[in-house]
C-alpha cells in the first residue's frame, strides 16, 4: 500500500491529478464554513445546539458535511441538488426516447444530457434554497432566537446558495476532467468524512458523563469494522459471463478468435437506491415541515425513522429500486445485439435474443442478494443503535458506509489502472 502510494507520486501527471483534486476539495471545504449573508454566527451556534437533526435536513446535512445545520454556510444545499438532477435524467433515459437516443449517440449526447442536468440542478437547487431559507427562519424562532429575515436578506440568501450548488457542481466537474476519481463522488465522501472528528468527540464526551460501558463501544467500533468488509465484499463481487469471438478473415489479416468475459456486478446499483427509497420515505415529511397541515404531519408521525413500518417499507423500497435502477442502467437486449453484430457469443447460448434472456436471467439472480444486502445495511443498524445516544454511530450509520467504503474503492481503482498503464504496481493485489 504505501509503495503503491509512493509510486503514484513519481508520475508527475498522476502526482499532478491527485495534488489537483486535495486542492479542489480543499476550496470545497472552505466554502462548507462561510456562512450566509444576514445570519450570525453566534445564532447558527445556538442553532445546531438546539435544532434536533432528522428527517431530510439531517440526510442532507451528511451531505454537506455539516454546512447546513452547523454553519448555515454557502454549501448549505452541497450536492444533494445536482444528485436528484442526475437520478432524474437517467429515469427519463428509460422513458423518454429523445434522451434515450441522446445516451446513444456517444460523447455528444452525453454533453447534451450533462446540460439539462445542469439546467435541472440549477431549478431544484433555487427551489430548496427558498424552502431551506422559510424553513430556517422558523427553526430560529422556535429556538427563540430572534431574527426576522426581510425579502432583501431572503433573497440574498437564495442567490448566495444557489450559486454555492452551482459551484460545488462545477468543482466536482473540475475534478472528474483535471484530477482523479469521480467529482461528486468525492465531494461527497469527503462531506461525510469530515463528520468524523467531530462524531468522536461528542462521542467521548457522552462516554464520559454517562454509565456507557467502554465495552459496548468497541464493540460497537468491531460490529462497523465487519460491515465494511461486507460492504468490500460485496462491492467487488462479480459473476463474470465468458464471450467468444468467432474469427474473421479481413483481406490478409485475421480479426477475433479471442475470449473475453462480461462483468455482471452484485451491487450494480450502487448506493442510488437507498437514496431513492429515502426521498420518497422522506416526502411527508418535507410537507409536515413546510406545510404543517394535520393529514401531513400524521404521515409523518407515522413514517417515523425508528418505526417498524418505515423500516419494512424502506427496506422494501431499496430492494424494489435496486432492481428498477440496475435495468436503467444494464440492457441485455443491447448487449446481446452488440456481441452479435461484432461476432461474439456465450458458449452454449444462441446469439440475439437468446443470450439477451440468459444474460437478464443471471443478473436477476445476483441481484437479488445484493438488494438483500443493501436493505440490510441501511435498516439494520438503525435497530441495533436505537435508543444508544451515541453519535458516531448516528452520523456514521449504514448509508455512510455504504459511500465511504464504495468511493474509495472507485477511486482506488482508477490510480491502480494509471498505475498499471505505466508498469507500477498497484494497491489491489
Known sequence: MIGAVKNAFKIPDLRKRILFTFGILAVYRLGAYVPVPGVSVEAIGQLAEQAARGGLLGFLDLFSGGALFEHFAVFALGIMPYITAAIIMELLTAVIPTVQQWAKEGEVGRRKITQWTRYMTLGLSLVQSVGLTFYMQGVLRQARIPIIFSWQTRALIVITLVAGTVLIMWLGELITQKGIGNGMSLIIFVSIISRFPHALIQT??????????????????????????????????????SVQYAKRIV???????????????????????IIFASSVLLFPM?????????????????????????????????????????????????????????????????????????LDHILSRITLPGSVFLAAVAVLPTLFIAG??????????????????????????????????????????
Open 388 to 429: 444508544l445516544n451515541i453519535p458516531f454511530f448516528r452520523d456514521f450509520g449504514g448509508i455512510a458506509l455504504l459511500i465511504i467504503v464504495g468511493v474509495a474503492l472507485e477511486t482506488m481503482v482508477q490510480i491502480e489502472s494509471q498505475l498499471l498503464m505505466r508498469h507500477y504496481e498497484g494497491f489491489l493485489k
Open 286 to 358: 418535507t410537507l409536515a415541515q413546510f406545510f404543517p397541515g394535520k393529514i401531513f404531519t400524521s404521515a409523518a408521525n407515522f413514517l417515523t425513522p425508528t418505526s417498524p413500518v418505515y423500516l419494512s417499507l424502506f427496506a422494501l423500497l431499496i430492494i424494489f429500486f435496486t432492481y428498477f435502477y440496475t435495468a436503467i442502467i444494464f440492457n441485455p437486449i443491447d448487449i446481446a445485439d452488440n456481441m452479435r453484430k461484432y461476432g461474439g457469443f456465450i458458449p452454449g447460448v444462441r446469439p440475439g435474443r437468446p443470450t439477451a434472456a440468459h
Open 251 to 273: 483481406g490478409r489479416k485475421m480479426y477475433g478468435g479471442q475470449s473475453t468475459y462480461i462483468p455482471l456486478k452484485v451491487n450494480s446499483a450502487g448506493v442510488i437506491p
Open 204 to 241: 467521548y464526551k457522552v462516554q464520559t458523563s454517562s454509565a456507557m460501558a467502554m465495552g459496548m463501544i468497541l464493540l460497537l467500533i468491531s460490529i462497523v469494522l465487519l460491515v465494511i468488509a461486507a460492504i468490500v465484499l460485496v462491492e467487488s463481487g462479480q459473476r463474470r459471463v
